[in-house]
């Protein structure tokens, strides 16, 4: 059986990379969009209704619009925009979510991935929200240091461009307190309060880690870092594409500290636990091009379509 693959948005970033994923696979037949037609709608239409599966790797407004596009009810749309992550009629791209999440995968035609820090934050917190660990009512926070490429082509322009000294040191950002992720952050742990969200981009190009603050007196009572390394442990058992890693494990760390860019090529999300007797850090670490982005949304393809999860990746 071969699928016809159709890129919506493939000369992006994350285009480019689902491209290369799917370079070597002999069961997908890749349809191209002429250069000077990348954005004309009648083009982009019918390669869209044409294709078996189609990604949208496109800023939310086209996405929204190549949405209303598809009219056939074969083409199933896998969108890596922010656009439909909480609407309702699509299932959200990730597998590991929870024991239902494949079947609603296999079963829509409409399928949102997350985003890059969204990843690593729901897949960090929805196992301790599930076991009872921590509130649905907490209020916590969370930090995130991402490579640049996370901005796509205009911020890897601006800092390969490296003209700017302000470049050259990590810059927090989202000070607004209204990150595009925080909705698919609180829809998908549960949690009722979005959580203080600081995001920060460094001088480098790929590689991602959110790491979450907690005194344990936030988690249920009595609950001690290894009950929070076992909840995760117990969540993603069986899991090829999550690694829970031992609690405090030195060997995780190089001189002390953790490398963000630990996962980068491949599609790998790490899971680490420290902590004393009063306080943990729970922390994320992906590549945003792999499980973050395009890695993900090839990976949401392979279980609609039924095939081995982890081909080509
Ligand atoms: N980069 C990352 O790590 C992640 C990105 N995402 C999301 O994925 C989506 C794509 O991001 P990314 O690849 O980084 O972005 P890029 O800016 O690198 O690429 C977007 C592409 O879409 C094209 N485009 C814009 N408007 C249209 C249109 N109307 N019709 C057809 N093509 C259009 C652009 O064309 P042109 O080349 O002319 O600019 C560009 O090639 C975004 O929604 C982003 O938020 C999600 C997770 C992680
Ligand atoms: C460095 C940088 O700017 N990163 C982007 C995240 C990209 C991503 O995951 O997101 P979407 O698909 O939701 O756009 C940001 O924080 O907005």
Not at 25 to 44: P, S
Not at 46 to 61: E, G, H, I, K, S
Not at 233 to 252: K, Q, W
Request: net charge neutral; hydrophobic share 40%.
């Amino acid at each position: 059986m071969t699928y016809k693959v159709f890129v919506d948005g493939q000369e992006g970033t994350t285009g480019l990379r689902i491209h290369e994923y799917l370079a070597a696979r002999g069961d997908i037949e890749v349809l191209r969009i002429d250069a000077d037609k990348r954005k004309d709608a009648a083009e982009r239409s019918r390669l869209l209704n044409a294709a078996d599966v189609a990604f949208l790797c496109l800023p939310d407004v086209a996405s929204r619009e190549a949405a209303f596009m598809v009219n056939n009810s074969n083409t199933c749309l896998i969108d890596a925009s922010t656009a439909h992550r909480t609407t309702p009629g699509w299932a959200f791209g990730l597998p590991e979510l929870d024991r239902g999440q494949r079947t609603k995968i296999r079963g829509a035609k409409r399928i949102a991935n997350p985003g890059c820090h969204a990843s690593a934050f729901i897949l960090a917190v929805r196992p301790l929200v599930d076991a009872g660990l921590l509130s649905p009512d907490a209020l916590i926070s969370a930090t995130s240091i991402t490579g640049y490429s996370g901005g796509g082509k205009s911020m890897i322009a601006q800092y390969e461009a490296a003209s700017e000294p302000k470049l050259t040191s990590p810059r927090p950002y989202a000070l607004g307190l209204t990150h595009k992720h925080l909705p698919e952050m609180m829809a998908h742990t549960g949690l009722k309060n979005a959580p203080v969200f600081m995001p920060i981009v460094g001088n480098f190009y790929k590689g991602l880690a959110v790491t979450v603050p907690l005194h344990l007196s936030q988690l249920r009572a009595g609950a001690r870092p290894e009950d929070v390394q076992q909840a995760l442990a117990a969540h993603y058992e069986g899991e090829r594409f999550v690694r829970v890693l031992p609690l405090r494990d030195p060997a995780t760390l190089e001189e002390g500290a953790f490398d963000v860019q630990a996962c980068n090529d491949t599609n790998r999300v790490d899971l680490a636990v420290f902590g004393n007797d009063q306080q943990i850090l729970l922390m994320a670490r992906l590549d945003n091009l792999g499980k973050g982005a395009s890695g993900a949304a090839v990976q949401a393809m392979n279980v609609h379509l039924g095939v081995d999860e982890g081909l080509g990746l």
